[in-house]
Nanobody, 122 residues
């Protein structure tokens, strides 16, 4: 496991944008597949987006395709989730996740960020 630190949440109006960042809390030579899950009050956690450890493969939930973009900068060992055209339905706590192999809708890794609140007003 690796400790993760994430940031970038906030309050925006519908149609606005936010960018989330996630990185290991300490320097490491290991590279991880990384992604985000989100959870709204009273709802189950759901997959949002992820990127492979090489950066060559990405996954997106249907609800965010065309609006969110996941990327990474391995030089800084940081993953980013660019969220554009935000909708009220995107309101949730977003949790960064990392795994040595893959992060996708049916597999989450053992490492989690502390969570960052995203609130979209209409």
């Amino acid at each position: 496991q690796v400790q993760l630190t994430e940031s970038g949440g906030g309050l925006v109006q519908a149609g606005g944008s936010l960018r989330l960042s996630c990185a290991p809390s300490e320097r490491t030579s290991e590279t991880y597949a990384m992604g985000w899950f989100r959870q709204a009050p009273g709802k189950e956690r759901e997959f949002v987006a992820s990127i492979s450890w090489t950066g060559g493969t990405t996954y997106y939930a249907d609800s965010v395709k065309g609006r969110f973009t996941v990327s990474r900068d391995n030089a800084n060992n940081t993953a980013y989730l660019q969220m554009d055209n935000l909708k009220s339905e995107d309101t949730a706590v977003y949790y960064c996740n990392a795994d040595k192999r893959v992060v996708h809708p049916t597999h989450s890794g053992p490492s989690w960020g502390q969570g960052t609140q995203v609130t979209v007003t209409s």
